[in-house]
């Protein structure tokens, strides 16, 4: 079974930090993806990453960052953490030539920014 | 605009009851439509996927149908449990699935 794990299930950070959420996976996938999900909307994709050090950006980058130095890693990074980004943060991982296949997701971070 | 909208936003049933979710999507070129389960606490886990071929297709209670012309899937649950209560996500792949678009899901409440 595909496991990805996620560093943290819950966070509390302040205004401003700098704010680090890590996901590992542990399948060797290619393609590792940073979403956040808020009440009412559907998941929405912050970043992606088809390969070590190479990152896409998704429908709302800003604010974030993503750090991608080993296959198994997707680091993602708030530069400079706002209350507006206060969410669930959800890692998701997939095998990049099997189109038909699921992404495999963590079971999320859960972060409050006061 | 590309959009996938499901209904309803809650629900609440009985033990033992059926149930339906809808999704309806506006997405060109439609690839796929895979619905997730996701539980509280718990990140979304692929319950079934249909192509465009596909009309029915089961896992166990749960049966997804599609029907490419109206661009409408549904989700039937058989008989409910009380695991079942969950959310459940509709995500539509195209553009040859190199991109997809997530529902904002319904959330189904079993009651004993």
């Known amino acids: 079974d595909v496991k990805v794990t996620q560093s943290s299930r819950y966070l509390v950070k302040r205004t401003g930090e700098k704010v680090f959420l890590e996901c590992v996976q542990d399948m060797d996938h290619e393609n590792m993806f940073w979403y956040r999900q808020d009440p009412g909307l559907g998941l929405r994709l912050i970043y992606f990453?088809?390969?070590?050090?190479?990152?896409e950006k998704g429908d709302i980058p800003e604010g974030y960052s993503v750090s991608r130095e080993k296959k198994e890693r997707f680091s993602l990074i708030l530069e400079s953490a706002s209350t507006n980004q206060t969410s669930m943060y959800l890692c998701?991982?997939?095998?990049?030539?099997?189109?038909?296949?699921?992404?495999?997701f963590g079971d999320g971070t859960r972060l409050s920014i006061l | 605009k590309n959009q996938v909208e499901q209904s309803p936003q809650s629900l609440i049933i009985l033990e033992g009851k059926n149930c339906t979710l809808q999704c309806n999507y506006t997405v060109s070129p439609f690839s796929n439509l895979r619905w997730y389960k996701q539980d509280t606490g718990r990140g979304p886990v692929s319950l079934t996927i249909m192509t465009f071929s596909e009309n029915t297709k089961s896992n166990g209670r749960y049966t997804a149908t599609l029907d490419a012309d109206t661009k409408q899937s549904s989700l039937h649950i058989t008989a409910s449990q009380l695991s079942d209560s969950a959310s459940y996500i509709c995500v539509v792949s195209y553009s040859s699935a190199s991109k997809i678009i997530f529902g904002s899901g319904t959330r189904l409440s079993i009651r004993p």
């Open positions: 998701a991982s997939k095998r990049r030539d099997r189109e038909n296949q699921p992404q495999h």
């Open positions: 990453s088809y390969d070590v050090k190479m990152k």
